[in-house]
């Protein structure tokens, strides 16, 4: 087995609420509990597939990752280095190893930069080249993710969803990383576009010997680019393993109903959905014991009593679920609580 | 019986649709349009605005009358020939005393029997460069101060906003009097205490305005791809938040200018009998109850017309900079 | 007749860069009861038709030709009396994000109450009565509390039930949801899909506009798939999912990723939406379209009717007389055997 390229031990990252200055004096904070505690590997040359709903802190753990955000608590560490004990010129310099590729193409290009000083930026952030070899490389690069030596001299405004996306991607690629986070990489985009971009990430890795961490909450893309998924839910994860194996039973209930919710492009299909009932509880004060009880469809007695979270147990040779009794779903679910 | 989510899902499949064109490349644009830049589109919606165009013409005609006044010369050379004025301004008695409006004296003669024609032409080279000095003075005080503060927050943040919050507390004109009375008169000292009552209101604008901009996507983006901070801000930040800065700078001309003709009405500011247009208001006080009515009307009238220009041009510029415009918003309409 | 009669309609922006046509002859129909899907990617004009439906179009939209008859009444050029009793009170519509539907400084039950007043002879207190009730009908627990509390303390699946119970307050016949869903995640969505499924069902007719195929293929009847402004296929979601008639139609359908389908790699259409400025000449999809012939470039093709007037397809392989020669050679597949 390989070491990870990436690791995160007990990772946590907390976020306080927007209290006033008296509640604050007082002592009387609230905390949004974002990143509550994850255990995470990543192996070199895999796509890790981070999925959940609004509010289960995957972008916060997938910026967290990269120190992009300074965790609370908990170690990350690349190629075993602990990334909380370099000095802020070192973590400059890691990232030219981790990168990072954001969500919304149209705000993560600076407007008033053309696309070719976008990405022509991060060659000179780090000093990549000799100087006059740099406009050379920003086409190649541009090149590389699809587009025209002639993009380099527009602006983002003139640009398409999709072609937005995919400068984004050139200039998380221009430093020549080892590992991409991309955050929702293909959420803000229309399908026939979404393939195109997700095609060309799964290219660059087999070209460039990538490693992906893939922020989602669309589980059919995850299905088609992902080595391995892991699910969260408030902060935690819930479920971890290969595709194959996340995406058959055994289940955690809050993938299962996850899975179940995902509508079907078959107007014949008839499915075995779970609706939940009820929204995801706050993250500033989650639910005691299993965060998931007070809307899982097969909660038990002792599942609001447990100190902590339920952990994540090996079901498999690669399938981790954070749920002892995942194989009631199996059963007829006419157990009702 | 195994409950699965995924029973019966995928099962079909569109077979047929092969486009030719394999590879992956997007080619197309949504805007056949050739690139323009943002400064040429501002440009043009500026040149649109009739009113701001005037004033822009107003102050340009204004500071070309003020240039060609007199000669003016550079140790010995005359870098400047022409004269405008056809008087001194300072030259007294070169006519009778409280003569109206004439031919020869356009704009009548004052007390001491000095041109006032001359005088509120050549005067004009005190008001806009007090004007524009003391903003843009101002400026390089204020934005450095207000946007490290904003993008470094802490106690660097809480030190400057303080200092910002003590001074706003007094009222701009009286502060602005302090300082004169406690340093002087002269044209240098009026623009020091214009500009260190003026940096106040750029630093509070730019700080708020690098707080929100700090937050957006590309500057987390060039974070994620190792900008220096140093860089970040020079780069990203600023030019991004100084949209409403330089509005309220434009706008601020004509407010500087009024204060230093205030000054100058109370007798501070410029030394007594200066072709300044707001100590020819003072000065000529009196005559407003005698009937010399020119003595004062015209220098007040270049006063009005300088501010009222500085207004237009600075509507015409946050209208031309208002990201808003056109185009935009139909994109916007549709969604994703 | 029909509830809703929408025929060739025409909606052009006069922007900055040009005069877009962002709605070419649209024509469709929606009968009582009905749900009808509208289906498209962004570009496509189903936002900016339904707006035209209500007459909520502003500058620098225009509506510039057309007709729309809702229950036989012209609704274009109707007076302003006419379109208050529409708007809300015949059609309820619904809007993409929840959070900036309601209004921040006032409480959930006071504007759901403030529709029930404008659209119905009630008022005052009973008026904040059937408020808790239309709350109450929406699905929202404890619609007493809720009533008073504010938009923000409203979760983001809560505050689209409570824009729901708003644009039911007049009980119109037809309800026009602008892609409902999208702003949600999906457990709630498939939350709000069941109430509106709970709705249509009591003879509510629902235009949904979305873009995701499978909340098309769950929740309606019939499909309308727009492209570039214009109607390209029209037909029951079955025949539509299993027969589909237009190129683009076939690649939207290969395009989505579907959970289990056994496929590599992901299938895409070519190119990027046109620039409604300047559209390409004659069909809009030829220069995406595999099937793109020469006739292709020179006419437009009309929703010609492929199988009875219930499905219908804009493509010249349809149309008898036009210059076509090859063949739509795509087909749906079911679990592995061509569909006959």
């Known amino acids: 087995?390989?070491?990870?390229?990436?690791?995160?031990?007990?990772?946590?990252?907390?976020?306080?609420?927007?209290?006033?200055?008296?509640?604050?004096?007082?002592?009387?904070?609230?905390?949004?509990?974002?990143?509550?505690?994850?255990?995470?590997?990543?192996?070199?040359?895999?796509?890790?597939?981070?999925?959940?709903?609004?509010?289960?802190?995957?972008?916060?753990?997938?910026?967290?990752?990269?120190?992009?955000?300074?965790?609370?608590?908990?170690?990350?560490?690349?190629?075993?280095?602990?990334?909380?004990?370099?000095?802020?010129?070192?973590?400059?310099?890691?990232?030219?190893?981790?990168?990072?590729?954001?969500?919304?193409?149209?705000?993560?290009?600076?407007?008033?930069?053309?696309?070719?000083?976008?990405?022509?930026?991060?060659?000179?952030?780090?000093?990549?080249?000799?100087?006059?070899?740099?406009?050379?490389?920003?086409?190649?690069?541009?090149?590389?993710?699809?587009?025209?030596?002639?993009?380099?001299?527009?602006?983002?405004?003139?640009?398409?969803?999709?072609?937005?996306?995919?400068?984004?991607?050139?200039?998380?690629?221009?430093?020549?990383?080892?590992?991409?986070?991309?955050?929702?990489?293909?959420?803000?985009?229309?399908?026939?576009?979404?393939?195109?971009?997700?095609?060309?990430?799964?290219?660059?890795?087999?070209?460039?010997?990538?490693?992906?961490?893939?922020?989602?909450?669309?589980?059919s893309?995850?299905?088609?680019?992902?080595?391995?998924?892991?699910?969260?839910?408030?902060?935690?994860l819930v479920e971890v393993g290969t595709v194959e194996a996340v995406f058959s039973p055994p289940y955690h209930p809050y993938t299962y109903s996850l899975l179940s919710a995902v509508p079907e492009p078959d107007p014949q299909w008839e499915g075995d959905r779970i609706v939940l009932d009820g929204a995801v509880p706050s993250a500033t004060d989650p639910p005691d014991g299993c965060k998931f009880h007070t809307r899982c469809p097969i909660a038990q007695d002792d599942c609001s009593e447990w100190d902590t979270h339920p952990d994540l147990e090996a079901v498999a040779d690669d399938h981790a679920i954070a749920c002892p009794y995942s194989d009631r779903l199996d059963a007829d679910l006419e157990i009702e609580r | 019986m195994s409950r699965n989510p995924l029973d019966g899902r995928g099962r079909l499949r569109v077979r047929g649709f092969d486009p030719d064109d394999g590879d992956e490349t997007d080619t197309g644009t949504t805007a056949p349009t050739p690139a323009t830049d943002r400064r040429t589109r501002a440009w043009d919606r500026f040149r649109r605005d009739r009113a701001a165009v005037a004033g822009l013409v107003v102050i340009a005609v204004m500071a070309l009358l003020a240039v060609?006044?007199?000669?003016?010369e550079v140790g010995n050379v005359v870098v400047q020939p022409f004269a405008i004025a056809p008087y001194d301004p300072a030259a007294s008695g070169v006519a009778p005393t409280y003569r109206p409006p004439s031919l020869t004296h356009p704009f009548g003669t004052d007390w001491a029997g000095r041109d006032v024609f001359s005088r509120v032409v050549y005067g004009g080279r005190f008001s806009l460069s007090i004007g524009v000095i003391a903003v843009s003075l101002a400026l390089v005080v204020g934005v450095p101060l207000g946007a490290i503060a904003g993008y470094v927050g802490g106690w660097v943040d809480e030190a400057v906003m303080r200092l910002v919050d003590v001074l706003y507390a007094f009222p701009f004109l009286v502060l602005a009097i302090a300082l004169v009375a406690v340093f002087g008169q002269g044209f240098w000292k009026l623009v020091g205490a214009l500009v260190a009552v003026g940096w106040i209101g750029y630093a509070r604008l730019i700080?708020?305005?690098?707080?929100?901009?700090?937050?957006?996507?590309?500057?987390?983006?060039?974070?994620?791809?190792?900008?220096?901070?140093?860089?970040?801000?020079?780069?990203?930040?600023?030019?991004?938040?100084?949209?409403?800065?330089?509005?309220?700078?434009?706008?601020?001309?004509?407010?500087?200018?009024?204060?230093?003709?205030?000054?100058?009405?109370?007798?501070?500011?410029?030394?007594?009998?200066?072709?300044?247009?707001?100590?020819?208001?003072?000065?000529?006080?009196?005559?407003?109850?005698?009937?010399?009515?020119?003595?004062?009307?015209?220098?007040?009238?270049?006063?009005?017309?300088?501010?009222?220009?500085?207004?237009?041009?600075?509507?015409?510029?946050?209208?031309?900079?208002?990201?808003?415009?056109?185009?935009d918003r139909y994109r916007t309409r549709e969604g994703r | 007749m029909a509830l809703l009669e929408v025929e060739d309609l025409d909606v052009r922006f006069y922007t900055e860069g040009g005069v877009v046509q962002a709605v070419d002859g649209l024509s469709y129909t929606?009968?009582?009861?009905?749900?009808?899907?509208?289906?498209?990617?962004?570009?496509?004009?189903?936002t900016v038709s339904a707006l035209a439906l209500l007459d909520l179009l502003d500058d620098p939209g225009r509506i510039e030709g057309g007709s729309i008859r809702v229950d036989g009444e012209e609704v274009l050029g109707a007076t302003p009396e006419r379109l208050r009793r529409l708007r809300g009170g015949e059609i309820g519509m619904v809007f993409q994000d929840p959070e900036t539907a309601l209004d921040p400084v006032y409480t959930v039950g006071e504007q759901v109450a403030e529709a029930v007043r404008v659209h119905t002879d009630v008022d005052g207190a009973a008026a904040d009565d059937r408020a808790v009730s239309l709350l109450d009908r929406v699905g929202i627990p404890d619609p007493e509390t809720r009533a008073s509390q504010y938009p923000h303390e409203f979760s983001g699946g809560m505050a689209q039930r409570a824009v729901v119970?708003?644009?039911?307050?007049?009980?119109?016949?037809?309800?026009?949801?602008?892609?409902?869903?999208?702003?949600?995640?999906?457990?709630?969505?498939?939350?709000?899909?069941?109430?509106?499924?709970?709705?249509?069902?009591?003879?509510?007719?629902?235009?949904?506009?979305s873009h995701d195929l499978g909340v098309v293929a769950e929740f309606?009847?019939?499909?309308?798939?727009?492209?570039?402004?214009?109607?390209?296929?029209?037909?029951?979601?079955?025949?539509?999912?299993?027969?589909?008639?237009?190129?683009?139609?076939?690649?939207?359908?290969?395009?989505?990723?579907?959970?289990?389908?056994?496929?590599?790699?992901?299938?895409?259409?070519?190119?990027?939406?046109?620039?409604?400025?300047?559209?390409?000449?004659?069909?809009?999809?030829?220069?995406?379209?595999?099937?793109?012939?020469?006739?292709?470039?020179?006419?437009?093709?009309?929703?010609?009717?492929?199988?009875?007037?219930?499905?219908?397809?804009?493509?010249?392989?349809?149309?008898?007389?036009?210059?076509?020669?090859?063949d739509l050679d795509f087909y749906v597949e079911v679990d592995g055997e061509a569909d006959p």
Request: glycine share 10%; aromatic share 6%; charged share 25%.
């Open chain 2, 207 to 327: 700080r708020g305005e690098v707080l929100s901009v700090v937050e957006r996507d590309y500057v987390l983006a060039a974070r994620a791809v190792g900008v220096r901070d140093r860089r970040i801000l020079a780069r990203h930040v600023v030019p991004n938040a100084v949209a409403p800065v330089v509005v309220q700078a434009t706008l601020n001309v004509g407010t500087v200018v009024l204060s230093a003709a205030a000054l100058g009405f109370l007798g501070l500011g410029l030394p007594p009998g200066t072709a300044e247009w707001g100590s020819m208001l003072s000065a000529g006080r009196d005559t407003l109850v005698g009937g010399e009515w020119w003595v004062t009307v015209f220098p007040g009238l270049a006063i009005f017309l300088f501010v009222l220009s500085i207004n237009l041009v600075g509507d015409g510029v946050r209208d031309a900079l208002d990201p808003d415009a056109g185009a």
């Open chain 1, 1 to 219: 087995m390989t070491d990870p390229l990436l690791s995160a031990e007990g990772l946590v990252k907390h976020y306080p609420t927007e209290e006033d200055f008296l509640a604050r004096l007082l002592g009387r904070r609230r905390w949004v509990r974002a990143v509550d505690g994850v255990d995470l590997e990543i192996y070199p040359g895999e796509t890790l597939a981070l999925v959940g709903e609004s509010g289960c802190g995957k972008s916060t753990l997938g910026r967290a990752l990269v120190h992009l955000e300074e965790p609370t608590a908990g170690t990350v560490r690349h190629r075993g280095d602990d990334l909380g004990a370099l000095s802020a010129g070192e973590l400059r310099a890691r990232r030219r190893d981790l990168q990072y590729v954001f969500q919304n193409p149209s705000a993560s290009l600076d407007p008033r930069l053309t696309v070719g000083d976008t990405v022509r930026e991060a060659l000179d952030a780090h000093g990549v080249g000799p100087v006059g070899e740099r406009d050379r490389r920003v086409v190649e690069l541009l090149e590389a993710v699809g587009l025209r030596p002639s993009h380099a001299g527009r602006y983002p405004r003139e640009l398409s969803g999709g072609q937005r996306q995919r400068v984004g991607i050139a200039r998380a690629l221009a430093v020549d990383p080892e590992f991409v986070v991309c955050d929702e990489p293909v959420s803000a985009l229309d399908v026939s576009v979404q393939a195109g971009v997700l095609n060309l990430l799964a290219d660059l890795q087999d070209e460039f010997g990538l490693t992906y961490l893939v922020v989602a909450h669309d589980l």
């Open chain 2, 68 to 72: 060609f006044a007199r000669p003016i």
């Open chain 3, 165 to 209: 119970a708003i644009a039911l307050a007049g009980d119109p016949d037809l309800l026009i949801a602008d892609e409902p869903t999208t702003a949600l995640d999906v457990t709630i969505q498939a939350q709000l899909l069941d109430l509106l499924d709970d709705l249509a069902a009591d003879d509510l007719a629902v235009q949904l506009i």
């Open chain 3, 220 to 326: 309606c009847d019939r499909a309308l798939v727009m492209y570039a402004g214009q109607a390209v296929e029209s037909a029951s979601v079955d025949d539509l999912f299993y027969h589909p008639q237009h190129p683009y139609t076939a690649g939207l359908l290969s395009a989505v990723p579907r959970i289990d389908d056994d496929r590599d790699r992901l299938q895409t259409i070519p190119g990027t939406t046109p620039d409604l400025a300047s559209p390409p000449p004659g069909c809009r999809f030829h220069p995406r379209c595999p099937y793109a012939e020469d006739a292709c470039t020179k006419r437009d093709p009309p929703l010609a009717t492929v199988d009875g007037d219930d499905h219908r397809a804009a493509c010249l392989a349809h149309v008898d007389d036009a210059d076509f020669d090859g």
């Open chain 3, 30 to 46: 929606l009968d009582r009861g009905e749900r009808l899907g509208v289906v498209g990617e962004s570009g496509a004009g189903k």
């Open chain 1, 221 to 236: 893309v995850v299905e088609h680019i992902a080595d391995r998924v892991a699910v969260m839910y408030l902060g935690e």
